[in-house]
């Protein structure tokens, strides 16, 4: 059973907009969220994250957002640039040290 | 220096071969993690690294044998594979804190059997 869940599998933004990723999970004993950012034959690549006692971190034009009595978490990029191409991996962990587990991801594609 | 360096990039094996998959960081971490990515899924932990310990095994099959030589380098040893094996294989870093959740990967290994 998936504890982590993104279930868009692609999104299609203009440059210049906001593109909105979107992330569920099951497991209430996730302490931390993460997003990781992938591009074609590259390992996963540390974008932005959030404590579960917090509901929204800021870093540049990413912003993720969470909403713990949904089990629910979002990244926003603003402004969408053609370079934010790449599958988006949402991530959590119970304890630090041990496992990230990954939604399926999400597919970015920003037309200029 | 942020980077995990992973070698070889691609590896083709036979089932009967002996090879091994290498990780490099230089970030002073001390945990280090293997994880595989089968296509079209999201990458699954095998093991964890502490100190140069093994921590956790995720009942990895034994024909996945894990070594730490030192804090900067980890192993990963193959024996006997089955086609089913063939994935990507990732490295990862991180530091040893409770509030230290980010790891840090590498390029990974695309392995194939067959």
């Known amino acids: 059973d998936q504890q982590v869940k993104q279930n868009s599998p692609s999104l299609s933004v203009q440059e210049g907009r906001i593109s909105i990723l979107n992330c569920d999970y099951t497991?209430?004993?996730?302490?931390?969220f993460l997003w990781y950012k992938k591009y074609p034959a590259e390992g996963p690549t540390f974008l932005i994250s959030?404590?579960?006692?917090?509901d929204k971190n800021e870093d540049g034009r990413f912003t993720v957002f969470l909403n713990k009595s949904a089990k629910h978490l979002s990244l926003h990029i603003v402004p969408s640039q053609p370079g934010d191409s790449a599958v988006y991996f949402c991530?959590?962990?119970?304890?630090?040290?041990?496992?990230?587990?990954f939604g399926k991801g999400t597919t970015l594609s920003v037309s200029s | 220096d942020t980077e995990v360096t992973q070698t070889p990039k691609h590896l083709v094996m036979g089932m009967t071969n002996k090879k091994s998959l290498k990780c490099e960081q230089h970030?002073?971490?001390?945990?280090m993690y293997w994880y595989k990515q089968k296509a079209k899924k999201p990458p699954e932990l095998m093991f964890v690294?502490?100190?140069?310990?093994?921590?956790i095994n995720e009942s990895v099959p034994s024909r996945f044998s894990p070594e730490c030589p030192n804090s900067s380098l980890l192993n990963l040893h193959l024996h006997a594979l089955q086609p089913e094996d063939s994935a990507l294989y990732l490295c990862?870093?991180?530091?040893?804190?409770?509030?230290?959740?980010?790891?840090?990967f590498g390029p990974g290994t695309r392995l194939t059997v067959t």
């Open positions: 959030i404590s579960s006692i917090k």
């Open positions: 990862a870093s991180s530091q040893i804190r409770d509030t230290a959740y980010e790891q840090y």
């Open positions: 690294y502490s100190y140069e310990k093994l921590s």
């Open positions: 497991n209430s004993m996730f302490d931390y």
């Open positions: 970030m002073g971490h001390r945990a």
């Open positions: 991530a959590a962990s119970v304890q630090a040290g041990t496992a990230l587990i």
